[in-house]
């Protein structure tokens, strides 16, 4: 029997024992799949020259004019630069930022890598409903019409609750909110698309919505924020489907699109150092794909035909084996009262005139 020294000698060997153990078969897996990756030429951050072709390839597309929200990082960028470089450089590309500095700098990278001199920017704060108001009128003077519309910039981690100069949640104001009123002033550029308009919307499965706390002063997360905002998009994707099915001939399509592995973002460089000490191990082992691989997956559903795209409409989509396939969704996106809730009370928040107008018109 061990006495109380002995199971300390015990307890010790067995640790001793383990961590061999652990050693023994983890440093040759580790550096398997090291060689593995440089082998198969598995490359994170550079596409391989056949995918790279493959995007550049012309394919029979139309030439497209998309804007981008959130088009200067990560899936926004990943997005921007495969479609702005694809199909000889045929598309259009507008990218909606915050920040000038950061747009210019987009601009002058995307040129130089893609060759294509059609890409610009539209400043707006998504933080400022005032932003959205002016970015709108700018598009609208700019452009007269658009064929996609990329609903993707968004606010990740946060360290604490801050407040909006409109007195809201920012997760909820620039992951939805904002972009919810930027749409609807959108739709008439839409639906004068020759190519059937199309807006895609990024999203993730789960969350719900804080009926009672919906700015979150009670009881606020960033993940709960960023959850909320993500059901507060899908409901808003269904009902816009469902508002233009009703219109005879309409060509706009609403389609959400959730990836279905984690890309390597700027989110990054935002989560604190534990997070990121984990992901980069996660990294190691294939767990996220580069921007650039989520927009080569992403970017026939913005240059797809029509008939294509409206087949898509008012379902939510993953690219999986290889193909876009359906998603099962929670019943509350398709709970048209729930729906109507949301609708009315973004439309409240938006303190919008014209906005509203146009909610009114597609009642
Ligand atoms: N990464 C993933 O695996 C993943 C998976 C599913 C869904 N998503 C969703 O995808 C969206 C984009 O995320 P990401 O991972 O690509 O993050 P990201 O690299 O941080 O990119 C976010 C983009 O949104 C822009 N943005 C943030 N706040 C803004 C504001 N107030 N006004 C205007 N633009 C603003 C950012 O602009 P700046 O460059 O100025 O910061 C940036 O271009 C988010 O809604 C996220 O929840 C991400």
């Known amino acids: 029997m061990c006495g109380n020294k002995h199971w300390m000698v015990c307890r010790d060997g067995w640790r001793r024992s383990y961590s061999c153990v652990f050693i023994y078969f983890s ?25 790279y072709n493959l995007s550049y390839q012309l394919k029979e597309v139309a030439k ?10 990560g899936m926004g960028k990943g997005v921007a630069k495969i479609l702005a470089g694809s199909d000889n450089q045929i598309h259009e590309i507008i990218i909606l930022c915050r920040s000038k500095e950061r747009g210019e700098a987009i601009i002058k990278e995307l040129k130089v890598i ?15 409903l005032s932003d959205v108001r002016n970015a709108i009128k700018e598009i609208h003077s700019q ?13 990740g981690y946060a360290a604490k609750r801050v407040e909006t100069e409109d007195g809201m949640d920012p997760h909820f104001q620039v992951n939805y909110l904002s972009q919810f ?31 009672d706390d919906m700015q979150m002063k009670k009881k606020w997360s960033y993940e709960n924020g960023i959850h909320q905002a993500m059901v507060a998009k899908r409901m808003f994707c269904v009902r816009l489907h469902n508002l233009y099915r ?57 240059t797809e035909k029509q008939e294509e795209s409206l087949k898509k409409s008012g379902k939510f989509i993953t690219w999986k084996k290889k193909k876009f396939t359906e998603m099962k969704q929670d019943k509350i996106v398709f709970d048209k009262e729930m729906q109507d809730k949301l609708w009315k009370i973004s439309l409240d928040l938006c303190k919008d ?11």
């Open 64 to 73: 497209m004019k998309v804007l981008v929200t959130g088009g200067t990082n």
């Open 143 to 155: 452009h007269e019409f658009l064929d996609g519309l990329f609903i993707n910039a968004g606010l």
């Open 27 to 51: 440093v040759p897996i580790i550096i398997y799949i090291g060689v593995k990756r440089k082998v198969l030429h598995i490359s994170f951050d550079v596409l391989s020259e056949a995918e």
């Open 181 to 211: 009123m930027l749409t609807l002033n959108l739709l008439d550029l839409l639906e004068k698309s020759e190519n059937g308009g199309r807006v895609i919307f990024n999203v993730t499965e789960g969350g719900e919505i804080f009926w």
């Open 114 to 128: 893609t060759k294509n001199k059609k890409i610009s920017i539209v400043l707006c704060d998504l933080t400022k």
């Open 246 to 302: 009703k219109i005879k001939g309409s060509k706009v399509s609403f389609i959400g699109f959730q990836i279905s592995k984690t890309v390597w973002t700027n989110q990054i460089n935002i989560i604190p150092f534990f997070m990121k000490t984990m992901a980069k191990v996660m990294k190691f082992f294939g767990a996220f794909i580069s921007i650039e691989k989520c927009g080569m997956i992403m970017s026939p559903l913005f």
């Open 353 to 363: 005139e014209k906005t509203a107008q146009i909610a009114e018109k597609h009642l």
